[in-house]
């Protein structure tokens, strides 16, 4: 085979597509379809991510890709050019070759015009490099198999629409397989083959901004096995059908199909990955690797998953396996994993059932109705004598950081508590704070300690104290029990506002804590009167219409705050959403020990004296003097003499609304934020590392409403356009060029 026909062939085609008109109006009609409904996903979700767009993008290819290949060989046949390009010193192979390099090529052109849609976010927001390179990857493979595809069903008939219809026809086919609709109506087997050889779900996967091996080879394998369907189909017209060498050709292409088939369905163990996410999302990260590393004793990990579990739970398992390996190999012999298909009222069910793993009921579509199965999708970590279980596994994103911190709380106990402020009211600690209280009470000891007390006392079990919005004012005897704690090197959590919110007046009154400013005022640090307000970075409220349905409604005094430092606390984070917060002064602050941690964006303002609170009210009308304002920060003891320090650790922030079940539920950075903040305090900071491993978008923030539509509308109008103007100009060089009559200059009567 030679590379130059090759290459001749691919250059040919590549420039047939452009002197065509078809051409550019595929191309213009891909563009302004792709960005039309990535705007306006990406604009809702407020996110500075690709991944909307490419989550679209099989669909488009769908219908893209098999007009583009319809006419490249169902064409040549038609008009027979294909016996003049093959009489020539070429072969069938190397004209199929350049046929396929050609039109990934093309499809590459179009994927290049998607690229103005990663500037249109940078105007914005930060979007991810990483992700964004991974996603062109795999979203370039899968064209690369619908290429192939194409050609094989151009191959089988003289028709270019009967092969538009065809190639979309199988794609879709492809494609439905990891549908859940399709999968929900399969028994268990059949479900998870379907799974494997689904289109959408490898796809998906690498859109994650993971490169798995398992699902490159998947695409490279689908290419290969439906080029060699379209050689087959080549070389039928031109060797004869029942003679020795086609029979051969046809057992060999029966066999790479096989071998396609039996890869993807058996291959789901194999193993590596790229993981371009920031921080390694899907990597196991140092602290975890340091954990597993000096373990003394062997820890064994027992992973229970049924084998007929739904379809949707496949690339979870994929996923938990992955990880699992992981373990194994940086824990050594220290770490051993072992793997069980339980069923319930069985031997290996009960063993499930001994390490207190219920099974968990599904649903599933059989005989035309719902029916419901027991199973398991669970691990057991044991060590010693102790044993920690995580009965059910929804999803991988959290689970590196459930086992390891598992592990660490058996092969390093320890015996640290957090103490939460009781008698000056505030946030419930069994109702508000409920979830906050949950997560922290996984890693300490957690308890209420009441100050108000006439001679209060912290116990000394408690390392770090947490003082949520008290709404009344602390006596002095509880003050100076907090100085006296924070002094002998306590660590304090304090989150206070400096004004209430009155919902029968609908407007915010001032509040002070006078025992809580004298504690701040030796560092230089203060919380400032008013309420902190956001303009384009805040959080939605619902509330009723007129007509009585729920509207959201962006509220300003719920500032969506972003990181502004790299400090251990909000490390890996994105946003921390917050509500009706104040501000910080951190003017008086000696910048060595005190680290703003949390700010508004660049739209924010503060509202002082009593100013309204109802969402529907016109912000705009009072916006004024808008910049970053801090709101949280970690303040570090101060040195006395030399190098020695005196007093504990304090985190700041100017609200405690975060740390409710409403701001916890609908933000996850919230929790991520407040389990970093109490580690930080307590000086174990190991688990933090896991946590940071990013995997919320940034944020996605225009400055005005004039550059975010002018990103828009760029990149909408201003790429198809462009192309539309090239497709003109070479189209019009070529009419001029075809224009031009020869005549016979000089030099050719003299040759001649």
Known sequence: ???????????????????????????????????????????????????????????????????????????????????????????????????????????????????????????????????????????????????????????????????????????????????????????????????????????????????????????????????????????????????????????????????????????????????????????????????????????????????????????????????????????????????????????????????????????????DQFQSRKGYLGIAVQYADGLETVPYIHGSENLEYELTSAIQAMTQPTSRGVGLLGGFGGPGHDTDLAGFVTQIGESYSVATVDLAADSPVIPDSVDVMVVADPTQRLTAAAGAELRRFVGAGGNLMLLMQTYTISESQMFADTVSHPELDALLAPYGVRVAEGGAYDMRSNFPVTQQSEGGLPVQRPYPLWPVSLPVSAHPAVSGLTSVALGWASPLDLSGADTSTVTPLLAT??????????????????????????????????????????????????????????????????????????????DWLARDESLIGIRAKQRQAPPLLYASNAARDGARYATLVGVPLLFILLGFVRLMRRRRLAGIVWSPTEADSESA
């Open 601 to 678: 964006s660049q739209f924010g303002g503060v509202l002082t004296g009593p100013f309204p609170w109802d969402p529907s009210f016109d912000w705009t009308s009072v916006a004024s003097d808008l910049r970053p304002r801090p709101v949280a920060a970690a303040v570090l003891p101060r040195a006395v003499v030399d190098t020695a320090v005196s007093g504990g650790r304090i985190l700041l922030v100017g609200d405690a609304d975060f740390l409710t079940n409403r701001f916890l539920a609908a933000s996850p950075g919230n929790l991520a934020f407040a389990r970093n903040a109490v």
């Open 1 to 367: 085979m030679s590379g130059r026909n090759v290459f001749a062939v691919a250059a040919r085609e590549f420039r047939g597509y452009f002197d065509q008109a078809t051409a550019y109006i595929l191309l213009v009609v891909f563009l302004a379809a792709n960005f039309f409904f990535f705007f306006r996903t990406v604009f809702v979700t407020a996110e500075a991510s690709l991944r909307p767009m490419f989550a679209l993008m099989p669909w488009l290819l769908l219908f893209l890709v098999p007009a583009m290949t319809m006419r490249s060989i169902a064409e040549d046949r038609a008009r027979g050019t294909i016996e003049l390009l093959l009489a020539q010193p070429l072969r069938e192979v190397e004209y199929l070759l350049g046929k396929f390099v050609g039109m990934v090529g093309f499809l590459g052109v179009a994927l290049i015009g998607t690229v103005a849609a990663w500037f249109a976010l940078d105007v914005g927001g930060d979007p991810q490099a990483g992700p964004a390179f991974a996603q062109y990857i795999g979203t370039l493979l899968l064209g690369g198999a619908l290429v192939a595809i194409g050609l094989w069903a151009s191959a089988t008939t003289r028709n270019q629409i009967t092969a538009f219809i065809i190639a979309t026809a199988a794609t879709f086919v492809l494609m439905a397989f990891s549908l859940p609709v399709v999968l929900a109506g399969l028994p268990p087997l059949a479900a998870t083959a379907a799974q494997r050889l689904g289109l959408l779900a490898h796809h998906s996967n690498i859109t994650r901004g993971v490169l798995d091996l398992r699902d490159v080879v998947y695409f490279l394998s689908v290419t290969l096995a439906f080029l060699s369907l379209a050689y087959l189909l080549l070389l039928r017209g031109r060797r004869n059908p029942s003679g020795a060498t086609y029979r051969k050709l046809q057992v060999g292409v029966v066999g790479i199909l096989s071998i396609c088939v039996v890869i993807n369905l058996l291959g789901h163990h194999i193993r590596g990955r790229w993981d371009l996410t920031p921080g390694g999302a899907y990597t196991l990260s140092e602290p975890t690797r340091d954990l597993l590393s000096g373990l003394e004793d062997v820890v064994s990990i027992r992973f229970f998953a049924s084998r007929d579990l739904p379809a949707q739970a496949e690339a979870v398992k994929r996923d938990v396996d992955d990880l699992l390996a992981d373990y194994a190999a940086a824990g050594g012999d220290q770490v051993v994993v072992r793997r069980s298909e339980p069923v319930a009222g069985t031997d290996e069910g009960s063993e499930a059932e001994s390490f207190g793993l219920a099974p968990i009921e599904f649903q599933l579509l059989g005989e």
